[in-house]
């Protein structure tokens, strides 16, 4: 049995077809792939140790935004070159040197330690490294108040789309790797399918969310689930796939890409038995203030594309227009326009945040403001230095004009208010929100 894909197939709907998979191991067969490739010449991951679970707590977890910082966040963590994958090093190439030793590797740090470099069809010296991360969860509790789910389904760890003002870098941090590496090392989760179908039955309840609704499963909170790994291993497919089977589930999908419209029918098959919504991300209209901010995620028009395809298949879709990003997407009628072409593109709903700007994320995102909007500089170090969050009265602002943007283009409430009502199996999820 493959180790992604799930052993029994979702009733009522054919299963894609891709590349033939080994019977003891994750990835497709690469006929061509050898011992002398590219992928066996990379160095393996170094890390000297941390004490954190692949898990989530209100101490600052692996899939929601923390509560709590790291320790590291923001502060000297070594380059990650520095990293040696042993636990004892020796300081000095001399006889009689000194030998030091460092904390043993454990929890989510070990298992990056040990994770074996991925076979890929990737040619490209741009192409980041990919490697086989061993978890032994899939489905990991989120408890932060600050978030309406339960549930989260981070198929893969970190991102190739390098997202400048991305807050989840904190996460390689957990590994003992430097949040730059975010988008340079992505980690390709081990046997999800498999984990996802036991956890489902001993973990999952559907009864025990808001007022007795089914637990809330958020797929992509704190990676994209559809960068470009998904084509290769299809990760986020095989944990669909899974929950396709199941009735009465309360499930909601983030990306910036196109490539969820690959899944339409396995997404359709969830909507038939559980309540299922996705939102398409469109940070600016702009295509190359985008390729700025978001190097490697897929224009807008192609987002937006996607919104159609999507509400066309009867899919309840729509725009998260987040982050908006104080002095640079949030200029007068920029963010009117992304409604309004949100919404000629069949969107139900529309929904913004301020940028979030943790000090993981500000090591990257600052030096790059300095360079291409020095102008803002001041301002981002007077609102930031101290606070991840933006003033409170221009939050307030924000809130107001996104109110009057929903009001006056008839856009339905996004459904985070609607987790709490009780799910009726029928035919076809409504699209009446």
Same mark, same amino acid.
């Given at each position: 049995m493959s180790p992604v894909l799930s052993s029994s197939k979702p009733a009522g709907f054919p299963i894609r077809r891709r590349a033939p998979f080994s019977s003891d191991s994750l990835f497709p067969v690469c006929p061509d792939h050898s011992p002398n490739t590219r992928t066996s010449e990379r160095a393996p991951l170094h890390s000297p140790g941390s004490i954190v679970p692949d898990s989530i707590s209100n101490s600052g977890g692996s899939d929601c935004p923390p509560s709590a910082m790291p320790a590291s966040c923001g502060g000297s963590l070594r380059n990650a070159? !520095?990293?040696?994958? !042993?636990?004892?090093?020796?300081?000095? #190439?001399v006889p009689g040197a000194v030998r030091n030793t460092t904390a043993p590797l454990v929890g989510i740090a070990r298992l990056a330690s040990i994770s074996p470099a991925a076979p890929t069809r990737r040619t490209s010296d741009e192409r980041p490294e990919y490697f086989l991360l061993p978890v032994k969860s899939i489905l990991n509790k989120c408890e932060s108040g600050r978030v309406p789910f339960d549930w989260t389904i981070n198929p893969y760890r970190g991102c190739e789309f390098a997202c400048k003002y991305c807050y989840a870098r904190y996460t390689h941090e957990f590994m003992e790797l430097d949040g730059l590496a975010?988008?340079?090392?992505?980690?390709?989760?081990?046997d999800a399918?498999?984990?996802?179908?036991?956890?489902?039955?001993t973990k999952y309840s559907f009864a025990a969310g808001r007022e007795g609704a089914p637990e809330h499963i958020c797929i992509g909170s704190a990676t994209d689930p559809y960068q470009p #790994?998904?084509?290769?291993?299809?990760?986020?497919?095989?944990?669909?796939?899974?929950? #396709?089977?199941?009735?009465?589930?309360?499930?909601?999908?983030?990306?910036?890409?196109n490539l969820v419209t690959r899944d339409i029918d396995v997404l359709q098959e969830i909507a038939k038995r559980s309540r299922l919504y996705v939102d398409i991300t469109v940070t600016t209209l702009r295509p190359r203030l985008a390729r700025l901010l978001e190097p490697r995620a897929p224009r807008p028009d192609l987002r937006l594309a996607a919104i159609r395809k999507l509400r066309d298949a009867g899919i309840p879709v729509g725009a998260l227009a987040s982050p908006l990003i104080p002095g640079i997407t949030d200029r007068e009628g920029e963010l009117e326009s992304l409604a309004a072409a949100a919404k000629g593109a069949g969107a139900l709903w529309i929904s913004s945040g301020v940028l979030f700007l943790m000090p993981c994320a500000a090591k990257q995102f600052l030096p790059f403001l300095r360079e291409k909007f020095p102008r803002l500089t001041r301002q981002y170090q007077s609102w930031y230095s101290q606070n991840a969050y933006a003033p409170e009265p221009y939050r307030q602002r924000v809130a107001a004009r996104l109110a009057r943007i929903k009001s006056q283009l008839g856009f339905s409430f996004r459904p985070w208010e609607q987790l709490s009502h009780p799910i009726a199996p029928a035919p076809q999820l409504s699209l009446a929100l």
């Open positions: 070159q !520095d990293f040696r994958k !042993d636990t004892a090093f020796v300081t000095d #190439a975010f988008e340079k090392k992505i980690f390709v989760k081990k399918a498999v984990l996802l179908t036991r956890e489902i039955a #790994a998904e084509k290769e291993y299809g990760v986020t497919r095989a944990c669909l796939e899974e929950l #396709a089977r199941h009735t009465g589930l309360s499930v909601s999908i983030t990306t910036k890409s």
